[in-house]
Each structure stands twice: as C-alpha cells, then as structure tokens.
C-alpha cells in the first residue's frame, strides 16, 4: 500500500511539472514579423501609460537589453503593461508572460523585426 502511494504521488508530481514545462513561448511559437509587431505595438501602449519620454515603441527593447537609464522598477511595470494588452487584445499572444518577454534567445531572434517596427513607427 505504502509503494502505490509514493507512485501515485511520483505521478501526479511528474504530470505537474509536464504541464508547468509544456508552455510555449508565444515570441517563438508565432511568425517572427508578427512578434516584432506585437512587441512594437504593445510597448507603445506600456510608454502611454507611463508617459514615456520617447513613446516610440522602443521601451521594451531597451529594458530587455539593460539600458542603465532605465531602473529595474519601470521596466517590471514595462513588462506587466506589455502583458496587460495581450491579454487585452485576446489573440495570439493573450498567453504571454512576463517570463517570455525576458527570454533573451526569443528576444534576439524577433529583435531585427522589433527594431524594424520601431524605426517605420518613428517615420510616420
């Protein structure tokens, strides 16, 4: 009786952490040109609402890269209003989480089309 019930507690553990590490990251998981969208578009709204000073869309970028200017304080909240319009929005990032947004190898591979929409948003 003793070894059914550390199997059954093994696995419901094991299931658990199968279902913690199944998330996938929605940078990576979607069109590389949708995320550098998505990541544009959801900055800007973060920079409205803590009055940026560049309002540009580039906040995340320079969060995520360590711009010193930049306190660990205002990028969180960069971070969690990012994750506030996904989930606003309800389509294909809605899952996102502030972890994803700090995945350094998901930011690297979207960064030349993040850096892409930043740079067209400040032409228009």
């Known amino acids: 009786m003793k070894d059914k019930i550390i199997n059954l507690i093994f696995f419901c553990i094991a299931g658990a952490l199968l279902i913690a590490c199944s998330h996938e990251n929605p940078l990576d998981k979607n069109a590389l040109s949708l995320s550098g969208k998505f990541l544009y578009q959801s900055s800007r709204y973060a920079e409205k609402l803590l009055k940026s000073e560049f ?49 350094a190898n998901a930011y690297f591979q979207v960064k030349g089309y993040y850096d892409n929409q930043v740079y067209i948003g400040e032409k228009t």
């Open 55 to 103: 309002n540009n869309g580039s906040d995340y970028g320079r969060c995520v890269e360590g711009d010193s200017k930049y306190s660990d304080k205002y990028c969180q909240l960069v971070y969690e209003y990012i994750v506030e319009f996904a989930r606003a929005q309800n389509g294909l990032y809605k899952d996102i989480t502030v972890q994803d947004l700090l995945d």
